[in-house]
């Protein structure tokens, strides 16, 4: 079935230093969203990213969508304390248009001061 | 801002019980989700539902599992008969019609003994 993956599972950084997450679909998507879970927390949207190619920014975040669609990416520059989490990237589910979401594993970010 | 409830916080129940999960979504939002999160892992998602019916749902969503919008503004997930594997963090998302955000609510833990 559907499968979307991301890697690495877990990152450590040092406060400052840069940090990117990618991820993988066994299929072209519509649209990738990535939403942020604190510890502890529930799942947060991020932003999602709908044409081939797209670069979105927000801030220190940059996400990318690639041309094939079918990856993306989400890089931190200079890393703050408070971008502890773990970052899901989140594809519609193929066919579907209610819009339940297949969610990679994430990535477990921790940042050290 | 408007956001997504649910109740309980932390459900501890035995095997073989009965468990309702309520969720209170954002009150204009047409698409009703619930998905689960067994601890460190991915989310998974269970159902939709829209237009007072289920839309779509996973191979998890067996017949122990149910869904109802009793009063046009609950919510809920029923697990008939609870077994150890359903432990795990289960949260409801809601979305409006116009865009792909689902908001998150803050989670239910059900623990199964």
């Known amino acids: 079935g559907q499968q979307v993956m991301q890697i690495p599972q877990y990152q450590h950084v040092q406060e400052g230093e840069d940090f990117t997450t990618y991820c993988n679909s066994s299929t072209t998507l519509s649209n990738i969203q990535w939403y942020k879970q604190r510890p502890g927390g529930h799942p947060v949207f991020l932003i999602q990213l709908v044409k081939s190619g797209e670069v979105k920014k927000q801030k220190r975040l940059t996400f990318q969508f690639g041309e094939a669609k079918k990856n993306s990416s989400l890089h931190i520059t200079a890393t703050q304390t408070t971008d502890v989490g773990t970052y899901f990237c989140?594809?519609?589910?193929?066919?579907?248009?209610?819009?339940?979401?297949?969610f990679g594993k994430g990535t477990k970010l921790s940042v050290k001061p | 801002e408007p956001e997504v409830t649910q109740t309980p916080s932390h459900q501890v129940t035995q095997m073989g019980q009965e468990v309702i999960l309520r969720c209170v979504p954002i009150s204009n939002h047409l698409y009703f989700y619930w998905y689960r999160q067994i601890l460190g892992q991915k989310v998974e998602f269970l159902v939709s539902f829209y237009n007072n019916e289920i839309s779509e749902k996973s191979e998890i969503f067996d017949d122990q599992f149910s869904v109802e919008r009793p009063d046009g503004s609950n919510f809920t997930l029923k697990i008939r008969s609870t077994k150890l594997e359903d432990s795990a963090m289960y949260f409801c998302a809601s979305r409006g019609s116009s865009y792909n955000e689902q908001f998150f609510g803050p989670g239910t833990r059900l623990t199964v003994l």
């Open positions: 989140a594809g519609p589910a193929g066919g579907g248009s209610q819009g339940n979401l297949i």
